[in-house]
């Protein structure tokens, strides 16, 4: 009987030493949303962008992003990268919306929210500057047998 007692009250001793083990190592993996944006000073040929990144969880959901008076939506990228740093390892998910714009100029990104996961998450006010296409450079393509046979 009393090797019982002994048995039990190591038990829920054990048991509590890890379930506080576990909240404590959860706290390090919470997972973090974000919105970022690209450069707010572009060529008329470039694209501003806006990213969603949702580290340490899936990327369950995600509302729409938001227009841009003067621009227009034309497509999104979507990464996933792992980091094992001291062997931790984090995950961040992220969404990509890009924004050509439509002429030169000076525009407003009012403020906004988006729905990630569930979680409201606000994004900033900009000020957006467009000014003339950019020439993009060719490349200069190298032949290294080019010199051999001429």
């Not at 094992?84 to 995950?91: K, L, S």
């Amino acid at each position: 009987m009393m090797f019982d007692l002994i048995i039990k009250r190591n038990y829920c001793t054990m048991l509590a030493f890890c379930i506080s083990l576990l909240a404590l190592s959860s706290k390090g993996y919470a997972q973090q949303i974000n919105i970022q944006h690209g450069p707010t000073d572009i060529a008329l040929n470039q694209y501003f962008t806006l990213t969603i990144e949702v580290q340490n969880e899936r990327l369950k959901s995600y509302s729409e992003f938001p227009e841009i008076n003067g621009f227009q939506r034309v497509g999104t990228n979507s990464s996933t990268m792992t980091n094992i740093v001291n062997g931790r390892m984090t995950t961040t998910q992220s969404i990509t919306q890009n924004y050509l714009p439509q002429k030169e100029g000076t525009y407003s990104l009012q403020p906004f929210e988006m729905t990630i996961n569930g979680q409201k998450i606000s994004g900033p006010t900009l000020t957006i500057k467009v000014g003339p296409a950019k020439q993009r450079r060719r490349r200069q393509t190298y032949d290294p047998f080019e010199d051999y046979y001429n």
